[in-house]
């Protein structure tokens, strides 16, 4: 019989003995040194270093590297730890759904960082009536950023809320009054001739302006090139006679609009091609005269005083303006040409200006405008968001696509037509999948784009007093609590 615990093998031998291998467990009920269980984490585990011993005695004995697929396997092993998102920069405007991390983004510091995160400042907000858009433009857009050294907003309010818009109480609260538009004369003026515009943007921009708003005026009707030439000569004209010692109104460009005939350089044109500039002229001027009458104490004389910027909060409340006619484009056009030219006396600001219905002005006859300013707007760090319920009715290759494209901040919101939410998915670059999911968001979700990185869905999270100021169902609530 041989006896296990004497017999000397060559494992016993001063160095071999380091070599050799484990000893096999003695089967149940047998005594001796194998009885010893063998555990996996007493072995001494696999070579960590390419030179152990020396790294012993502390001489150069990098780590070796592992091998490479072990991390890639554990991530697919726990897909249910998802990393954040985004970064911490910016300012908190959610809850990513998937990993309930926060989600911070602000457009103006993404601009700002270097290197830059996004390619422009602008931002695109879109989704049904009812599903969270201006909760969160109050939110992320106005409160949170105004907490902020040099930072204000600009609103264009559009939506009723008790007689007046749903930002007053907010722009009393950071202690600038609303600037009220009506069309019962009791309201503010917007001059189109407004020597800031011309500031801004100089003749030329404020020829684009004129050339918008009679398109409103006429339903969107587009100018014909001789009209084009008879209010550019008449505009020319009219800031000439006015020099420096009165601000021109639209009042003074009417008249102008008759006598274009009888400027000299036009000396040289034939009987019939005076009598067509002429017929330009006066068709334009019709069409101006009825905008002057139609909305009497909006664009009949000189910008009321009240319109500036004194508080960090700044409302256009045009929420009593009809909803159909050109009054809110055209306000939203004027008020956005009057802002760049106000911006050059006042650097040093970083500026979101929200426009609430912002399809008249992104996407409206008004996009050409907007777009031809972008560049502007990026040098006086002016950050447009345009707040819109959907795109399907923008005409595929028109330059709107281009300039909501151009944003690089996209909040898309629930869009319950399957169509909507398809273009949403189209134009904004998200995954194929998409407009399904966009269809069955909740109040208050939405996916956001950021730059070129993909969709993230997430919930929008209020604090009371934040819940409290943006609710905007009280007309309702209270008919339930009566
Ligand atoms: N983060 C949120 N979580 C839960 N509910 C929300 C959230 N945000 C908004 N809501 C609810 O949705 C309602 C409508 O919100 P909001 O006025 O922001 O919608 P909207 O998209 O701007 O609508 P509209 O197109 O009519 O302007 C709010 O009164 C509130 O009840
Ligand atoms: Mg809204």
């Known amino acids: 019989m041989t006896d296990t615990t004497t017999r000397r093998t060559v494992w016993d031998l001063p160095v071999l003995r380091n070599f050799a291998?484990?000893?096999?467990?003695?089967?149940?009920?047998?005594?001796?040194?194998?009885?010893?269980?063998?555990?996996?984490?007493?072995?001494?585990?696999?070579?960590?270093?390419?030179?152990?011993?020396?790294?012993?005695?502390?001489?150069?004995?990098?780590?070796?590297?592992?091998?490479?697929?072990?991390?890639?396997q554990a991530e697919i092993l726990n897909t249910a730890t998802i990393g954040a998102p985004t970064g911490t920069s910016g300012i908190v405007t959610g809850r990513d759904v998937l990993s309930q991390t926060s989600i911070a983004h602000d457009p103006v510091t993404a601009y700002n960082s270097i290197p830059r995160t996004v390619s422009s400042p602008n931002v695109v907000i879109v989704g049904d009536?009812?599903?969270?858009?201006?909760?969160?433009?109050?939110?992320?857009?106005?409160?949170?950023?105004?907490?902020?050294?040099?930072?204000?907003?600009?609103?264009?309010?559009?939506?009723d809320r008790g007689g007046e818009g749903e930002y007053s109480e907010l722009a009393r609260r950071f202690g600038a009054e609303p600037i009220r538009f009506t069309t019962d004369g009791t309201g503010t003026r917007l001059n189109l001739l407004d020597p800031l515009i011309?500031?801004?943007?100089?003749?030329q921009g404020q020829m684009r302006l004129l050339n918008v708003v009679v398109r409103l005026a006429r339903d969107g009707v587009a100018l014909t090139e001789w009209e084009e030439e008879a209010l550019r000569?008449?505009?020319?004209?009219?800031?000439?006679?006015?020099?420096?010692?009165?601000?021109?109104?639209?009042?003074?460009?009417?008249?102008?609009?008759?006598?274009?005939?009888?400027?000299?350089?036009?000396?040289?044109?034939?009987?019939?091609?005076?009598?067509?500039?002429h017929h330009a002229g006066l068709s334009v001027r019709f069409t101006l005269n009825s905008l002057l009458q139609d909305y009497a104490g909006l664009f009949d004389g000189e910008t009321s005083?009240?319109?500036?910027?004194?508080?960090?909060?700044?409302?256009?409340?045009?929420?009593?303006?009809d909803e159909d006619g050109p009054a809110v484009p055209a306000v939203m056009a004027i008020g956005h040409m009057w802002l760049l030219g106000r911006l050059r006396n006042d650097r040093g600001w970083a500026t979101n200006c929200i426009?609430?219905?912002?399809?008249?002005?992104a996407a409206g006859p008004s996009a050409a405008l907007a777009r031809s300013n972008q560049k502007l707007s990026r040098g006086l760090a002016l950050s447009n968001v345009f707040v819109f319920h959907k795109g399907t009715d923008i005409?595929?290759?028109?330059?709107?696509?281009?300039?909501?494209?151009?944003?690089?901040?996209?909040?898309?919101?629930?869009?319950?037509?399957?169509?909507?939410?398809?273009?949403?998915?189209?134009?904004?670059?998200?995954?194929?999948?998409?407009?399904?999911?966009?269809t069955q968001l909740r109040?208050?979700?939405?996916?956001?784009?950021?730059?070129?990185?993909?969709?993230?869905?997430?919930e929008h999270i209020r604090s009371p007093w934040e819940i409290q100021l943006t609710n905007t169902d009280e007309a309702f609530e209270a008919v339930a609590r009566a």
Request: net charge neutral; proline share 8%; hydrophobic share 35%.
């Open 198 to 203: 011309a500031h801004g943007t100089g003749g």
């Open 395 to 438: 005409p595929d290759g028109s330059p709107s696509i281009a300039m909501l494209q151009e944003a690089q901040t996209v909040h898309v919101y629930r869009q319950s037509l399957h169509e909507d939410a398809a273009w949403c998915q189209r134009v904004f670059g998200f995954a194929p999948d998409a407009a399904e999911r966009i």
């Open 305 to 321: 005083k009240s319109v500036d910027l004194t508080g960090k909060l700044t409302s256009f409340d045009i929420s009593q303006l």
């Open 443 to 458: 109040d208050g979700q939405r996916y956001d784009k950021i730059g070129s990185r993909p969709e993230i869905w997430v």
């Open 233 to 277: 000569a008449a505009l020319n004209r009219t800031r000439a006679d006015h020099g420096d010692h009165r601000v021109p109104v639209l009042a003074d460009v009417l008249p102008n609009l008759s006598r274009v005939t009888d400027l000299p350089e036009y000396s040289d044109l034939s009987p019939a091609a005076i009598d067509a500039l």
């Open 21 to 72: 291998p484990p000893t096999e467990p003695a089967p149940d009920g047998e005594a001796g040194p194998a009885l010893v269980e063998q555990t996996p984490w007493n072995r001494p585990g696999s070579q960590l270093r390419t030179a152990v011993g020396r790294a012993r005695r502390g001489h150069y004995g990098p780590a070796l590297s592992g091998a490479p697929t072990t991390t890639r």
């Open 129 to 159: 009536v009812g599903s969270g858009k201006s909760a969160h433009t109050k939110t992320s857009y106005v409160l949170r950023p105004l907490l902020l050294n040099k930072r204000r907003a600009v609103v264009f309010d559009r939506k």
């Open 355 to 361: 426009y609430e219905e912002g399809w008249h002005i």
